[in-house]
Structures are given as structure tokens and as C-alpha cells.
């Protein structure tokens, strides 16, 4: 995605009111354009970071993988998550094409997330930085790779899989980069994704995941919530 933000990269407004990018380069959105955050948080909070809580009562601490760091939409939305469970998350993501501060500027304005969004895209990279938060710690680490190349946490708890679609982006979506995250899973961990194709599901499935197929966001039949059991 190495584009001249200035010429290729749209900000769009989407069904729910929030943001999303477009792409025309690639004919490609960041988001769902019925709903950028609805989206986001019905794929990975409410069937991620949720779910594990359910499966972890009294869990004091997650560790999150992110594959696409992009708007930060999904980590803002698990400081939200943190903020309302008071469950420490240490969230570490990987983006190979950081989008601007300038663009986040625009992008998230004058929301109730433009001063966290300023934190995350203005912190620095390969260490870990701490967000300040009312109830709970957060921190990120943001790792600057091509996700085939990126060095995974030796343990991570909640898989955020947000890369474009299997037709747009080749390379991502299977056994190979699928392993690896199995791996660096404990018992019980949980990887999320919006994409509920048959080819995903079935690399999934191929590295030792237990997959379920569930309903999806609006406008979306289904996503895939895998498990390490």
C-alpha cells in the first residue's frame, strides 16, 4: 500500500455515521461502508475481546494481536473495552504502511476519539508505549513490518485478523501466517475475523483451530470466531 495519501486515499462516511478510507487504487475500504465501527465492534470486541473475557471471568489482563494496525478504530474501540471491564490489555499490532498523523487528524476530527487516536498514531514504534486510560492500563506496541516477516508475542490471548480481503490481499490468509498465531496461543485463545470465506476457515481448521462460523455485522452473513482448544 505504498500510495501518495494526498491523491488515492478518500475519507468516507459509512451508514453508522463513523469513518472509513477508501482506496481506489485497490477498490478497497478499510471498514464496511454499512457501518465502520459497528463493524469493528461486533467482529472484534463482542465476538473477541468479549468473548474470551466470558471464557476468562476474572481475567485481570489480555494480550491482543492485531494484523493491520490501519485507523486504529479496533484499538481505540479495546480501550473502550478496557475502560468498561477494567482488564489491562497489552495490544500489539502490525502494520507495514502506517497511515499519516496528519490524515488520523481528519480522519477522526473532533470525535470523542481524536485525543486517544493522536496517542496512538503519534507514539513511537518497536516499544512499548502506555495510553493513559481512567480505569485500567493500556499499552501498545507497534511493529512496522510486513506481516509475513513480522516477529509474533511469545503469548497472545485474542487474534484481531483485519488484513484486506483474501482478493485483495494474497499471502495473508493462510496456513502459513495462520501457524504462527496458533502457536503463540494458550489454551482457550481466540482469533477473530470478518472474513468467513471457505478458504480461511478451512486454513484454520488445517493448523489445530476449532472454527465456528457466526452471524456477521449488518449487511455481513457471517464472520468466523476460531479457537485454540
Given at each position: ?5 494526498t ?12 469513518r ?53 478504530t ?5 480501550m ?12 500489539y ?8 498523523e ?18 496512538l ?23 512496522k ?13 485474542v ?71
Open positions: 500500500m505504498t500510495h501518495d495519501e491523491v488515492e486515499v478518500r475519507v468516507v462516511e459509512t451508514e453508522d455515521g463513523s472509513t478510507l477508501y482506496l481506489p487504487g485497490m477498490d478497497e475500504t478499510y471498514h464496511s461502508t454499512h457501518g465502520a465501527m459497528t463493524e469493528s465492534s461486533h467482529v472484534y470486541i463482542q465476538n473477541g475481546l468479549d468473548f474470551w473475557l466470558g471464557e476468562n471471568p476474572g481475567a485481570k489482563s489480555v494480550r491482543v494481536f492485531e494484523m493491520g494496525l490501519g485507523t486504529g479496533n484499538a481505540l474501540l479495546a473502550d473495552w478496557c475502560e468498561r471491564t477494567g482488564c489491562a490489555v497489552k495490544f499490532t502490525v502494520e507495514k504502511f502506517p497511515l499519516s496528519t490524515l488520523m487528524r481528519e480522519y477522526w476530527g473532533d470525535t470523542v476519539y481524536a485525543e486517544r487516536s493522536e496517542a498514531h503519534a507514539s513511537a514504534w518497536e516499544q512499548w508505549v502506555d495510553i493513559p486510560l481512567s480505569s485500567a492500563p493500556f499499552s501498545v506496541f507497534k511493529h513490518r510486513d506481516i509475513q516477516e513480522a516477529q509474533v508475542p511469545d503469548t497472545v490471548d487474534v484481531f485478523w483485519d488484513a484486506f480481503g483474501p482478493n485483495k490481499q494474497e499471502g495473508v490468509w493462510g496456513v502459513e501466517l495462520f501457524q504462527p498465531m496458533y502457536d503463540a496461543m494458550l489454551e482457550g485463545g481466540v482469533f477473530v475475523t470478518y472474513s468467513a470465506a471457505g478458504d480461511v476457515k478451512r486454513a484454520l481448521q488445517q493448523v489445530g483451530f476449532g472454527v465456528k462460523k457466526l452471524d456477521g455485522p449488518p449487511y455481513k452473513r457471517h464472520m468466523l470466531l476460531a479457537q485454540k482448544v
